[in-house]
């Protein structure tokens, strides 16, 4: 027998509006034990498709037509803050920068400040806590302490420069606009939010795409960021800059294109409400928006995301027994898959919800998140077969 034997009709297409809704979708694991996989999209389904975006800018829709098609009911506000950004690649418990010209040392908040020197053969600054103060140290061959006006400094410091400071961690380097400053043991770096957004689009999407999808994709980022802001006011950051989070890079990320897209977008975010929206987004819907946490995170069709140029729309890829079994070891030796719950949208039902694992010792039961967790799958809508 070649590739696996379906026990159930698949190609369906549910109706516009279905729910979440229990299907019996079975099939054998064939004699090779490679079990083939189509898919559609790639990640959550939540909010924007990137693709999909891309695709609505090609048919001409504006940066806003496109933000209201996929966060519907959301209202296109200003806002202008500084936000605080976890580095988290900076793990030492101290913050390092390179020495420049108009670099200086102050008091979160901006006051005191001081201009550092630059004693012969400085390569580096650092903040470091010791006993409850901040130390400020340099290193020319050895470390040597530094106290501004013979002070002792005491309370969250941070380094400032106008235009970058440049801070050294993992033996590299990276430039940060605003400041870099040691927040107990975290290094935060504290901006502009616009300047924050520059810092995140190449990473987040290609900059060569449409104008509109890039700008489409300047306005989520910079409210997803205002939505994280509001929701962590009193830590010491308030977003991080992993995709827990969004990818940011700082300076070093920026491109023009990137940066033509905030410039047009200055300050735009969506609220609902009068807050900020959670804009999640994601590379592809695969044609079908999954519903989320918020009321404009809606479960819809998605003319847009499957156009010629969406790689993601559609997939295939092979999982195989052994892997399931190493990955479950109490089922003993697969027999089939009982896919029982899907969300109820677009083809074969939709998402999978729910899945059953028929082994020769034991069921599991598992959520078709974990089951696409598990083995690096695109999204958790895919057939088997």
């Known amino acids: ?56 800018a090609r048919q001409g829709l504006t940066h806003r037509q496109i933000l209201a098609f996929y966060y519907p009911g959301t209202t296109v506000s200003s806002i202008g803050r500084t936000i605080r950004v976890l580095i988290t690649a900076d793990t030492d418990h101290d913050v390092r920068v390179v020495p420049a010209s108009g670099l200086r040392v102050r008091k979160m908040g901006g006051s005191p400040s ?43 410091h941070e380094f400032y420069r106008p235009g970058r400071v440049t801070l050294r961690v993992d033996g590299t380097t990276r430039a940060y606009r605003g400041v870099l400053r040691l927040d107990g043991s975290n290094t935060v770096n504290a901006l502009p939010l ?12 290609p900059t ?8 489409a994709q300047a306005v989520a980022a910079r409210t997803y960021a205002a939505f994280d802001r509001a929701a962590h ?21 920026e491109d023009s294109r990137g940066s033509a897209a ?29 519903a989320g946490s918020r009321p404009y995170l809606v479960a819809k069709a998605d003319k847009y995301d499957g ?16 892997a399931i079994q190493r990955a479950w070891p109490s089922l003993g030796t697969l027999k089939r898959v009982v896919v029982t719950q899907r969300d109820g949208h677009g ?30 799958l695109r999204s958790s809508w895919f057939k088997f077969g």
């Open 1 to 56: 027998m070649v590739g696996l034997t379906l026990l159930a009709t698949l190609l369906v297409t549910a109706p516009p509006g279905a729910a979440s809704r229990a299907v019996s979708q079975s099939y054998t694991v064939p004699f090779n034990g490679t079990l083939k996989l189509t898919g559609h999209g790639y990640g959550h389904g939540h909010g924007m498709s990137q693709y999909g975006a891309r695709g609505a």
């Open 114 to 156: 001081y201009l550092l020197p630059t004693p012969a053969r400085t390569t580096t600054w650092r903040l470091r806590t010791v006993s409850g103060n901040t130390a400020l140290d340099y290193f020319n061959g050895s470390w040597h302490t530094y106290k501004p006006d013979g002070k002792t400094l005491s309370g969250a």
């Open 194 to 205: 616009d300047q924050y957004v520059k810092g995140v689009i190449p990473r987040e999407m």
């Open 208 to 215: 060569s795409w449409e104008p509109a999808a890039v700008r």
């Open 233 to 253: 006011l009193t830590r010491s950051y308030h977003t991080c800059d992993t995709t827990s989070c969004q990818v940011y890079g700082g300076l070093a990320a």
């Open 262 to 290: 905030v410039a047009a977008t200055e300050k735009q975010v969506l609220t609902y409400k009068g807050t900020p929206a959670f804009t999640q987004f994601g590379s592809s819907s695969g044609g079908w928006l999954s």
């Open 307 to 322: 156009f010629s140029g969406n790689p993601m729309h559609t997939w295939n890829t092979t999982v195989s027994r052994g």
């Open 347 to 376: 083809d074969w039902y939709g998402r999978v919800e729910r899945m059953t694992l028929d082994g020769s010792r034991n069921n599991v039961v598992v959520s078709g998140d974990t089951f696409r967790s598990r083995f690096g």
